[in-house]
């Protein structure tokens, strides 16, 4: 298929990026923005028009405001995740950590809070873009100064081997298969203690507090486990 005007731009071809929000002024924000970083914008401003464009344009991310005027955007994740794997990023103005941890749990990938800033906001698309692509993965992870042998049962810091306790080894297996992205208490605590386990969230702040002390490097100031308060954690991606 011939490319194109709209997906040709200084040699590249471009990135599809679906925004579902009824407010125009953030839609025209994400427009403006994100065509000057080479992605090219789908918008839709209720949800029907939105799971429409979702079949029709196949867009590579979504955007997904959770306040649309017709549908709850926590039902449209449910409803697209029944036939579409598409990375979605909620957009919300609410502070409501359940409703993060509903849509996280529902399927969505990500979520940023608005007001937001362009910069986060790029990042967090790189990543679920990442996560789109196929990639031959091996035994060993790498982030940053981490690295990880799953086969070996390794992990270093720095290039230096470290000792973690089983808990701790199978908390971060889960943390960096989800690199970049909140992973929540309730995934965190299934995977890893079981499903009998899930409401018991004291468990992760012992364990997560020992596990970034040893965690920590002499060349980055910055942690690599950051907490989504009152939602989950993430593993900074560093690559």
């Given at each position: 298929?011939?490319?194109?005007?709209?997906?040709?731009?200084?040699?590249?071809?471009?990135?599809?990026?679906?925004?579902?929000?009824?407010?125009?002024?953030?839609?025209?924000?994400?427009?403006?923005?994100?065509?000057?970083?080479?992605?090219?914008?789908?918008?839709?401003e209720?949800?029907?028009?939105?799971?429409?464009?979702?079949?029709?344009?196949?867009?590579?991310?979504?955007?997904?405001?959770?306040?649309?005027?017709?549908?709850?955007?926590?039902?449209?994740?449910?409803?697209?995740?029944?036939?579409?794997?598409?990375?979605?990023?909620?957009?919300?103005?609410?502070?409501?950590?359940?409703?993060?941890?509903?849509?996280?749990?529902?399927?969505?990938?990500?979520?940023?809070?608005?007001?937001?800033?362009?910069?986060?906001?790029?990042?967090?698309?790189?990543?679920a873009?990442?996560?789109?692509?196929?990639?031959?993965?091996?035994?060993?992870?790498?982030?940053?100064?981490?690295?990880?042998?799953?086969?070996?049962?390794?992990?270093?810091?720095?290039?230096?081997?470290?000792?973690?306790?089983?808990?701790?080894?199978?908390?971060?297996?889960?943390?960096?298969?989800?690199?970049?992205?909140?992973?929540?208490?309730?995934?965190?605590?299934?995977?890893?203690?079981?499903?009998?386990?899930?409401?018991?969230?004291?468990?992760?702040?012992?364990?997560?507090?020992?596990?970034?002390?040893?965690?920590?490097?002499?060349?980055?100031?910055?942690?690599l486990?950051?907490?989504?308060?009152?939602?989950?954690?993430?593993?900074?991606?560093?690559?």
């Open positions: 298929m011939d490319k194109t005007p709209n997906e040709i731009r200084r040699g590249l071809i471009l990135r599809k990026i679906l925004v579902i929000d009824d407010e125009n002024s953030i839609r025209k924000l994400l427009r403006v923005s994100l065509e000057a970083n080479n992605y090219q914008i789908i918008e839709a209720n949800a029907q028009e939105g799971i429409q464009k979702i079949i029709e344009e196949r867009p590579e991310i979504i955007l997904l405001d959770l306040g649309l005027p017709d549908k709850n955007g926590l039902t449209v994740i449910k409803e697209v995740r029944q036939w579409s794997s598409t990375p979605i990023i909620v957009l919300t103005v609410q502070d409501s950590d359940q409703d993060k941890i509903e849509a996280l749990d529902g399927g969505a990938d990500d979520y940023i809070t608005k007001s937001f800033s362009i910069p986060e906001l790029l990042v967090r698309i790189r990543v873009l990442r996560h789109t692509t196929p990639q031959e993965q091996g035994p060993v992870f790498k982030c940053g100064p981490l690295e990880m042998d799953l086969a070996a049962h390794v992990v270093k810091i720095d290039s230096q081997p470290i000792k973690l306790t089983a808990t701790e080894f199978d908390i971060l297996k889960v943390l960096i298969r989800y690199k970049g992205r909140v992973v929540t208490h309730r995934v965190l605590l299934n995977e890893v203690w079981g499903p009998n386990s899930v409401e018991h969230v004291h468990y992760l702040r012992v364990y997560l507090g020992n596990l970034r002390k040893k965690l920590k490097s002499e060349t980055s100031v910055e942690e486990i950051s907490t989504e308060a009152g939602v989950g954690y993430r593993l900074i991606d560093k690559d």
